[in-house]
């Protein structure tokens, strides 16, 4: 059993402590604390960093999940690293994570938008369908106020719509993205370690193991069958941790340590 090192025990408090805050005193955190797309209203830059302590208010399973992996894999790199160089390392990928699942989203909605824009809406009639507090009223409001036939056809044959509204009004929560980061470097430090899954109890070296899982992200990322999950985020998690797990480890950084 793994001593818990003093940075990933705190992390794993202040995540607790938030979705305990949350769920039980002021549901609305979730809301204002969460990572929301850049154009949206609702986005604040600090939100690259609050969105990593905020968890699903419906499923204790998100949490769970995400901090025994962090005790997992964090506690092996807190010990190997240093606690100073381990918070940094932590934050530096959460964030990572935050600027890759922001950036696909942007690139989905920018080419949305242009659909959007090309089929005959003005800039205007575009927002206020985004800005509409639901998918069905935004559309409701589009019939009304177009007359013209053409424009309502095209945009019935098209899937720009939902894909415009999906990205603007997109959010993330979770600290997934930091943990993946940490899980990939942990491979990458280690990679005959033994994992298992709870679901696949037979252990498998993490040079195998790590790689699956994010081919696996990949995959739901781009077929879209992510099932709720900011596939992305995971992904930009993992290339932040590697790049950083590869610098230190194949230079005299690795040798300094941040206690």
């Known amino acids: 059993m793994y001593r818990m090192t003093e940075a990933v025990k705190h992390l794993i408090i202040i995540n607790v402590l938030f979705y305990l805050a949350t769920r039980f005193v002021n549901p609305g955190l979730n809301n204002i604390l969460a990572l929301h797309f ?34 997992g894999f964090g506690t092996s790199m807190e010990q190997e690293w240093g606690t100073k160089k381990f918070v940094f390392f932590y934050f530096s990928a959460g964030i990572g994570a935050g600027i890759i699942y922001t950036l696909v989203n942007y690139l989905g909605y920018s080419t949305a938008y242009n659909e959007l824009i090309d089929s005959g809406l003005n800039n205007m009639q575009v927002m206020e369908f985004l800005n509409s507090n639901r998918y069905n ?97 995971h992904l930009g998690g993992a290339l932040f941790g590697f790049i950083m797990a590869y610098y230190w480890k194949n230079n005299s950084f690795n040798n300094k340590r941040w206690n």
């Open 38 to 71: 850049p154009l949206n209203p609702e986005f604040g830059f600090w939100q690259f960093v609050s969105s990593m302590f905020m968890h699903n208010q419906m499923s204790i399973y998100h949490i769970l999940f995400n901090m025994f992996a962090l005790w």
């Open 137 to 233: 009223a935004g559309i409701d409001y589009l019939n009304q106020n177009i007359k013209n036939p053409s424009i309502i056809n095209s945009l019935n044959n098209s899937s720009s719509l939902a894909d415009a509204y999906a990205n603007y009004n997109s959010s993330a929560i979770g600290a997934s993205g930091a943990v993946y980061g940490v899980m990939v470097a942990y491979g990458y430090y280690y990679p005959n370690a033994k994992l298992s899954l709870i679901f696949l109890p037979i252990p498998v070296a993490a040079k195998y193991f790590i790689p699956v899982l994010i081919l696996m992200d990949l995959f739901m990322g781009i077929s879209g069958y992510n099932f709720g999950i900011a596939n992305f985020a």
